[in-house]
C-alpha cells in the first residue's frame, strides 16, 4: 500500500504519493569539505534528489553546518550509536537525521532526539537493520527473519507515536531481497509513514545492480517505497544515482532525460553497434528532455518494435538510415549515423521541438529501406511478436471457454480465487504503470 503521510527533507517532498526521491551516500570522509562537497556536487548533477553524509565524530558533526550551507541539495545526517551527534546535527541544520532508535542509547536518548528535532521542524529517518536487531527479537529472527524486521520495525514506530513524534519516515534494511520485498509489503499495510527502500550491502556494480533493480523495482512497481537508495561498492556515489534513475525511469515512475532503446543484437548484425550503442548513449547524457532513441542493428525488420521512438538508427553494412517516429530521414554512411543521427536530434530542437523533413531524403531512404527490408525474415522481433499474438489468442479462447463453464455469478470481486482489484485511484503511479490485470 502507497504512504498516506508526507513528510519534507529541506525542500524535497517524501511520501504520500510525492515522486518517489532519489538518494545516495557520500562516501568521503565527511569532514574533509573539500572532498565531501565535490562529490554532493557531482550526485546532484547526476540526479540525486537528497544526499546522506557519515556523522561518526565530532568533527563531522562540526562540518555539517558548511556543507547544509553549501549542499545543492537536501543533507541527511547519518548517525549511529550516539544520540549527542544527533543534536549537534540538528543543531547544525542538517535536513533529516537518520538513526536507529536500537543501537542509540536507549528511548530516554531517543526522546531527547526527538524533542529537538520537533521543535527545529527537522525529520527523522528511523529504522531497522537485518544486522543489529533488538535481542528480544533474535529467537523470532532465526525462524522468520521478514516477521521479525517488521516487529522491529512496528516497535520503532510505536515508541516515536508514544514521543508524539510523527515527521519521520521507516527504513528496514537486509542484504536478502526476498525478505526486503516480503517485509516492505507487510509494513506498508501496517503503518502510514513514508518508507525508505534499499539492498543493503547489495554488492558490486553489476550485482548490486541487478539485486536492487529486482527488490526494489518490485516494491515499486506496487506503488511502495517513496525514496530509494541503491547500495554499491563503488566510491563512486553517482552511479548509485543512475541505477536509481534507471529503474525509475524503466517503471515510468519518473522521466529523466532521454530513453534509450537498443536491439539486442544477433546474426544478422552488419555493423559495429556496440560501439555505436555506446557512443549514442555517452552523448544523449547531455540532453534533459525525456526523449526515446533508438539504435536498431539492421534493417531486415524495418523500423520494426521502435516504431515510437523519437529519433533512430538502424544499420547496415555500408548504409543506414536516421528514422523519426516511423518515418525514414534520410539515409547515411554507416560511419557517420551517430553524428547525423545528433545533427537531427538538435535540429529537432532548433526548429521548437519539429521535425524537419526534407522530402527528397527521405524518399530515397524509403526506397532504401523497401530494397533492404525482408518482411519474411523471422528476426528476434517477430518472434517476439508472433509469441504475443498466439498467447493473447490463448488467452481469449481461455475467456471464451471460462465463460462456457462457469455459471454465473459464482465467482464474486475480491472473493477467493479473484484477482484483486489495483486502486488505481490511490496509487502515485496511477496510470503510469503497467497493470497486473
Ligand atoms: S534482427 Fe533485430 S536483433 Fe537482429 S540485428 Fe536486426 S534489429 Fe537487431
Avoid at 32 to 43: G, S
Avoid at 118 to 142: A, C, I, M, Q
Avoid at 180 to 207: D, Q
Wanted: net charge negative; with cysteine.
Amino acid at each position: 500500500m502507497a504512504s498516506q503521510r508526507q513528510i519534507l527533507v529541506g525542500m524535497v517532498p517524501v511520501g504520500g504519493g510525492a515522486p518517489v526521491a532519489v538518494q545516495t551516500m557520500t562516501k568521503t570522509e565527511t569532514a574533509n569539505l573539500q572532498a565531501t562537497m565535490e562529490q554532493i556536487r557531482t550526485v546532484a548533477e547526476a540526479g540525486a534528489d537528497i544526499v546522506r553524509v557519515a556523522v561518526p565524530r565530532e568533527q563531522d558533526a562540526e562540518a555539517l553546518k558548511t556543507i547544509v550551507a553549501q549542499s545543492p541539495i537536501p543533507i541527511i545526517a547519518d548517525i549511529h550509536f550516539n544520540h549527542t551527534l544527533a543534536l549537534k546535527a540538528i543543531e547544525a541544520g542538517a535536513h533529516c537525521v537518520r538513526l536507529n532508535p536500537g543501537n542509540i542509547g536507549g528511548p530516554e536518548k531517543v526522546a531527547e532526539v526527538t524533542a529537538l528535532a520537533e521543535r527545529h521542524g527537522t525529520p527523522l529517518r528511523v529504522g531497522v537493520n537485518s544486522g543489529s536487531l533488538p535481542k528480544h527479537l533474535r529467537d523470532l529472527e532465526y525462524e522468520n527473519p521478514v516477521e521479525a524486521l517488521v516487529t522491529a520495525a512496528i516497535e520503532t514506530v510505536e515508541l516515536m507515536e508514544r514521543l508524539d513524534f510523527r515527521n519521520f519516515k521507516v527504513s528496514m534494511k537486509s542484504t536478502s531481497v526476498p525478505n526486503t520485498i516480503a517485509s516492505n509489503r507487510m509494513l506498508s499495510e501496517r503503518i502510514p509513514y513514508p518508507l525508505h527502500l534499499g539492498v543493503t550491502e547489495a554488492g558490486t556494480k553489476w550485482s548490486g545492480s541487478l539485486k536492487s533493480a529486482v527488490g526494489l523495482g518490485t516494491l515499486l512497481a506496487d506503488g511502495i517505497g517513496d525514496t530509494i537508495r541503491i547500495s554499491l561498492s563503488t566510491f563512486h556515489a553517482e552511479e548509485e544515482v543512475k541505477v536509481a534513475w534507471e529503474i525509475l525511469k524503466a517503471l515510468k515512475l519518473r522521466e529523466k532525460g532521454p530513453v534509450l532503446i537498443a536491439c539486442p543484437t544477433c546474426g544478422r548484425l552488419q555493423f559495429d553497434m556496440d560501439s555505436v550503442v555506446a557512443e549514442v548513449e555517452q552523448r544523449l547524457e547531455a540532453y534533459e528532455d525525456p526523449i526515446e532513441v533508438s539504435v536498431l542493428g539492421c534493417a531486415v525488420n524495418g523500423i520494426g518494435e521502435a516504431r515510437h521512438a523519437d529519433f533512430g538508427i538502424t544499420g547496415a553494412k555500408d548504409m543506414g538510415m536516421i528514422y523519426s517516429k516511423g518515418e525514414p530521414l534520410k539515409k547515411v554512411p554507416t560511419g557517420q549515423l551517430v553524428e547525423e543521427l545528433f545533427k537531427e536530434i538538435d535540429r529537432y530542437y532548433a526548429a521548437g521541438k519539429t521535425v524537419e523533413r526534407d522530402e527528397l531524403a527521405a524518399a530515397e531512404a524509403r526506397a532504401w529501406l523497401a530494397e533492404n527490408e525482408d518482411d519474411t525474415a523471422m528476426t528476434p522481433e517477430r518472434i517476439a511478436a508472433l509469441e504475443a499474438a498466439a498467447a493473447e489468442n490463448d488467452e481469449l479462447a481461455g475467456d471464451v471457454l471460462e465463460s462456457m463453464l462457469e455459471p454465473a455469478g459464482a465467482v464474486e470481486a475480491g472473493g477467493n480465487g479473484s484477482a484483486v482489484a489495483l486502486d488505481e485511484a490511490v496509487s502515485p503511479v496511477a496510470g503510469r504503470r503497467f497493470s497486473r490485470g
